[in-house]
């Protein structure tokens, strides 16, 4: 496919490598330009604004944040007055279940296509064309789109007609894992501070009850503590949370738990926790300890 990607940050970075890689042409922007150089000598082709990333049959975007998606999607020369009429833009971005609705209704009223496709998996995941989609959108546009998700990650989901509903589900998934990092943390700061090893502890768990990759990755770093350099920053887990309870609010849903976890997060960021790793939260709770 003529592809554009928008975002070369951690995830964009490896995802537009990979389609690079699976043979399709690939325009890339990033606001900071610098980081497009290594695409470029791989044979992508330099977009010097989100304009001229728009050119082909579909564009990726993976972004930050909503502040991020608006710019570059509603902005002067964003996305929507950019893309090609039937063009599909495919946002991969971890955004807000309301700013997915405005994408959706924006490129549907100029006759283009929206598929939201959030992914499950970190920046090596990314690198290793390893990611789990979730899509959802038009069915056309999702089939359409499905080269894109074969050649990022090893399974598509396709969930739903709406679009919101792939947001909505990817910010369920990011609940649950805080919450599991959360708990986690507890539990090791309870044995540690009890004498107990935490590596072997985790072994244990991980080895039993436990055995599924999430509390193994994320289960080392918290036990060994190696939270820099970040795969995934604390203020992007910050902000699922707070995007998980913007949509609860909207639905009605009390999550007693993602209040708690919002909580831990600003203890986190309060303390200078800008730079960690979201699994940084794992450790508040040894601090509690005074482990
Ligand atoms: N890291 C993970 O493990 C992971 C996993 C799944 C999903 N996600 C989600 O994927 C998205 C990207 O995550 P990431 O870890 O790749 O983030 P990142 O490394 O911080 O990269 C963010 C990207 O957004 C761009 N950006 C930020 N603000 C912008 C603005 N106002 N205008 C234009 N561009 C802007 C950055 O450009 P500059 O280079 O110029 O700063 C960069 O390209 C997020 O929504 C995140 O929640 C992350």
Redesign the pocket.
Known sequence: MNVGFI??????TGMAANLLKAGHQVAVY???PE?AAALIAQGAKAASRVADACRGEAVIS????D??VE??AFGKDGIVSSLPTGAIHVS????SVALSERLTEAHSKVGQCFVSA??????DAAAAAKLFVIAAGEPAAVAAATPIFESIGQKTFVLSNTPKAANLVKLSGNFLIASMIESLGEALALVGKGGVDPRQYLEMLTSSLFNVPIYKNYGGLIVGGTFEPA???AP?GQ??IRLTLAAAEELRVPMPLASLLRDRFLTLLAHGGDNLDWSAIGALAAKDAGA
């Open positions: 975002g070369l940050g951690r995830m964009g990033n606001r900071t980081k993976m972004l930050a944040n502040d991020a710019s570059v991969s971005s971890t955004i959030p992914v499950f998996g970190r920046p795969g995934f920053a992007l902000k699922d």
